[in-house]
């Protein structure tokens, strides 16, 4: 069965993107770091090894021309993170891993890493350096629990700790950390 990447991402407007970003460096410049990164992401994670799916919000920027015209996009619909996580996971019959677009560091590697913990592996999570995640994917999403994701404390350092707890029984699989860019302690030095 074919595997899927799914890349949750936002449409680049000046005060809807990476705000905590944008108190420190400004709006303007949050939304055009958000904007090309997301871009770069993207065109470096292209692999036939899976495909690419795209997770818009707002779901009416599922039309945006800011997207590549060759990949299906989703609108990620109604809730908080984990609900529209839930809802685009399960939406892919096969192996399914799902990522952020604010992660610089995420090559084709981590991902095919990833798709392989899947093989022995219920779930497969890439925790970040914060105490969150960058990665989850689930080798049969179709069959993810009900209350998967609830009760979560997004943001935080238990994010990924709360999640695991979401899952009795399951066999999971962490990957390599990364780090996401939430302020600009957090951007990468060039």
């Known amino acids: 069965m ?5 890349i949750m991402v936002k449409e680049p407007r000046p005060g809807r993107v990476k705000t905590r970003l944008g108190r420190d460096i400004g709006v303007i410049p949050a939304t055009w770091w958000f904007r090309h990164q997301s871009a770069r992401l993207i065109r470096s994670l292209r692999d036939p090894r899976w495909q690419i799916v795209l997770a818009v919000a707002p ?6 021309k800011v997207w590549p015209a060759d990949l299906p996009r989703w609108p990620q619909g109604p809730g908080d993170l984990g609900a529209r996580m839930k809802r685009m996971l399960r939406a892919v019959p096969g192996p399914v891993c799902l990522i952020g677009a604010d992660i610089p560091g995420i090559t084709r590697a981590h991902i095919a890493r990833a798709f392989a913990a899947l093989g022995g ?3 497969v999570f890439g925790p970040a350096a914060d105490g969150g995640y960058w990665l989850v994917g689930a080798k049969h999403p179709t069959r993810l629990p009900h209350g998967m994701f609830e009760n979560v404390r997004w943001s935080s350092e238990h994010a990924l700790a709360d999640t695991l707890n979401t899952l009795p029984g399951w066999r999971i699989a962490l990957t390599d950390t990364l780090q996401d860019v939430d302020t600009v302690a957090d951007l990468p030095r060039r």
Do not use: M, Y
Not at 2 to 6: A, G, M, Q, Y
Not at 59 to 64: E, Y
């Open 2 to 6: 074919k595997r899927t990447l799914i």
């Open 59 to 64: 779901d009416l920027a599922v039309r945006s």
């Open 121 to 123: 592996h219920d779930a």
